[in-house]
């Protein structure tokens, strides 16, 4: 009897540990995930100050930190806490498992768990909380194994990267910055206590839900510290008294979540991982320039609200008589604006702003909408014009006339007006763009030929252009990106620069990738000065003298499509550019108070005055280079070069301010 007694234990024991063998080599993929431990990472966007502008994520928010690069004192605190023979055991206590077992079978139930910091490393890897015999004997398994592949500082920085800290929050410095705004290095005993009380239970510990609970935790932790002997009565006295500000924030913090979107845009092109591979993107933003211009389109938009007290009630009524038409409760949301700044120089975007309100739409209209830039695009043909000899003093036609075509085989006419309905009969060139010409200008592509039209613009980077007549009106569509690339030639003396958003990107290899501007020449700084000086008195008296900015030489040009669709100023300093755009989303057109001098002009002169007195530095007055020669026409300067040269029949200027288009 004894005998199979003896053979039925032997063969269970053999059972046991060819189970355990069993499992312990169905483990091995588990440790290669903990040992090659590769967490979703967040990726964070800096602007070009170094101020956060955003925190990107697929499903878990984590900024990840080096074992180097964590404090001292946190380890203390969590070993403390939570596992203080951390150091000395192989990834078990024994001896706690052996006082958690008795409390077990005395309460026939688990009641006391006595796992180690590389348990609960394990648990929160690659296993689940599930309180079963089989999956505490693989836990321990794996903690036993890890600890022979991994050091203590390796598990330990996997852990403080792994754990979950309440409110979103993946890992101790995301918990750190999100809770106190601080970096690790920054936080006081309190502060920490509060972070290393939380993997216990931290929905129920989060300070921002339960700061009198989390507080008490943090008491416990501090009051471990002292016991131990690892700190002494004045920091226990002092840190138990502390009691910490606890900042509740959201998780991506995104300040300008237009630039964000566009930027991701860009970067899903060479990048798969953008959001879990803990990237670091260097904006070319200005945080500073984007809140101005924020601000600069709200203000326009509410004067557009102000202006018509019905829009003001949220619903604009355009009925027409004998029923043919009739269309009610049309809400202001669909009124809305867009903005572009860059740096001349280089075509780094300072501000971009796609809209009045991204909650309520978060379409790009600088990048998504294409829309008819109107009398903003007439500085290209002008352009065109000059490089092909005319001079800002050269005569122009302003006068109407009927153009016939057909349609279907039926005729039709064409009867183009000034705005305001009256012309001059002859104008300079000069004085033709300052005031928006729209006979002069259909004259002038009648009298260059079509085909010269059509290279000027192409060389500006204008495409899918109208072949006929009309494209000396800008009825081409065109996005306010694209606007902004073609209006660099101008600001940049000739040279033109790409719009770009990314100026560096740290990647998950610690190595940095610049992104340099792209650069490409059109023309010569003498011949762009002639058109900057029209554009400059564009702004000091004609079109856009709403944009004129105290302290600061601006050139720039309005638009304003037919029936006001929509609206344009499209400007730059000796330093920024800026192109504005209002309008209504589905394409109906605006009070015909609405124009581009009245509406976009004043948004460029307050987002450069505002920026202005912020960066009192930069440059205040464009310079003329040396190859651009003044001659005296009608008791005023002129400016002319080798390739423009002043006619020799002067004709008198006439400054008829009253038939302005705006």
Known sequence: MLKY????????????????????????????????????????????????????????????????????????????????????????????????????????????????????????????????????????????????????????????????FGHGYYGIKTASLGYFKKNLYELNLKEIAILVGLPRAPSFYNPTKNLKFALARANQVITRLHTL???????????????????????????????????????????????????????????????????????????????????????????????????????????????????????????????????????????????????AAKPFIYQTALDLGYSPASQLTDIGRTYEYKINNEIKKWQPKNYGGKFNGIITLREALVYSKNLATINLVNEIGMNEIYKGLELFGIRNIPRDLSLALGTFSISPLDLSKAYSVLSNNGIQVTPYIVSSIIDKNSELIVFE????????????????????????????????????????????????????????????????????????????????GKTAAPVFSYFNSKYLELHPEIERKFEKPKNVKISMMNNKKEYYTDISKIPEVQIPISNNENTIEF
Request: aromatic share 10%; charged share 25%.
């Open 229 to 375: 002997g690892w700190i002494n009565q004045d920091e226990y006295e002092n840190s138990i008294k502390l009691n910490p500000t606890v900042y509740k924030q959201t998780l991506t913090q995104n300040k300008a979540p237009y630039v964000i979107d566009y930027a991701l845009k860009v970067l899903k092109k060479d990048i798969e991982d953008i959001k879990t591979g803990g990237y670091l993107i260097n904006l070319t933003i200005d945080l500073d320039a984007q809140n101005i211009a924020k601000e600069a389109l709200k203000i326009s938009y509410n004067n557009i609200l102000k202006r018509d007290e019905k829009l003001q009630k949220n619903a604009f009524n355009n009925v027409i008589k004998d029923d043919k038409k009739v269309e009610e409760n049309y809400f202001i949301e669909k009124l809305n604006a867009s903005m572009i700044s860059i740096e001349n120089k280089t075509g780094a975007i300072l501000a971009l702003v796609g809209g009045i309100d991204y909650k309520k739409s978060s379409f790009n209209r600088v990048v998504q909408s294409k829309r008819q830039p109107g009398s």
């Open 517 to 596: 501007p792209q650069t490409k020449y059109i023309n010569s700084p003498e011949q762009i000065y002639l058109m900057t000086s029209i554009l400059k008195d564009g702004v000091k008296r004609g079109t856009g003298k709403r944009a004129r900015i105290k302290g600061m030489e601006a050139a720039g040009k309005t638009g304003t499509t037919n029936d006001n669709v929509d609206v344009w100023f499209c400007g730059f300093t000796p330093s920024m550019q800026t192109i504005i755009w209002f309008g209504n989303d589905d394409n109906r057109q605006m009070r015909k108070s609405e124009t581009g």
């Open 5 to 164: 007694i003896f053979l039925f234990v032997t063969l269970g024991i053999i059972a046991v540990i060819t189970w355990l063998l069993l499992l312990y080599s169905n483990i091995k993929l588990d440790v290669q995930k903990i040992v090659n431990y590769n967490p979703p990472k967040t990726t964070q966007f800096f602007d070009k100050n170094g101020n956060l502008v955003a925190n990107i994520f697929k499903n878990e928010h984590r900024l990840y930190v080096k074992y180097k690069d964590i404090p001292a004192r946190i380890i203390e605190a969590l070993v403390a806490i939570e596992d203080t023979q951390f150091f000395e055991h192989n990834g078990i206590n024994l001896d706690a498992i052996s006082r958690a077992l008795i409390k077990d079978i005395k309460a026939r139930a688990f009641v006391e768990g006595a796992s180690t910091l590389t348990q609960q490393l394990v648990r929160g890897l690659v296993l689940n909380r599930e309180k079963k015999i089989i999956r505490k004997i693989k836990e321990v398994l794996l903690a036993i194994k890890v600890e022979t592949v991994l050091s203590k500082e390796e598990i330990l920085e996997r852990y403080f990267n792994q754990i979950y």
